[in-house]
């Protein structure tokens, strides 16, 4: 099993930057990828980013340029940030977690761009 506890969501204006994190816990082995999808209301569940363990990332195309992932291996933690915000960017941001032995989602966090 794995763990992922996410942190970071809030509200800002348009224009404003936010971090999140999510830490990962439990029986990991060296090989994963991990990432964020979002979701707004009324729509589906889309990918925002991931990266690989060879921090190969890859990203939305309507987050590309504002949005960089990152992550810390020792920490197990991943981490995304948010810059240039807009409106649309308002969701719910699940972190997620790819291994060999299956994937995990986190909790969610909310994240409101609105002025």
């Known amino acids: 099993q794995v763990q992922l506890v996410e942190s970071g969501g809030g509200l800002v204006q348009p224009g404003g930057s936010l971090r999140l994190s999510c830490a990962a816990s439990?029986?990991?082995?060296?090989?994963?990828?991990m990432g964020w999808y979002r979701q707004a209301p009324g729509k589906q569940r889309e990918l925002v980013a991931t990266?690989?363990?060879?921090?190969?990332?890859n990203y939305a195309d309507s987050v590309k340029v504002r949005f960089t992932i990152s992550r810390d291996s020792a920490k197990k933690t991943v981490y995304l940030q948010m810059n240039s915000l807009k409106p649309e960017d308002t969701a719910v941001y699940y972190c997620?977690?790819?291994?060999?032995?299956?994937?995990?989602w986190g909790q969610g966090t909310q994240v409101t761009v609105s002025s």
């Open positions: 990266i690989t363990s060879g921090r190969l990332a």
């Open positions: 997620y977690f790819s291994g060999l032995r299956g994937n995990y």
């Open positions: 439990g029986t990991i082995v060296s090989t994963y990828t």
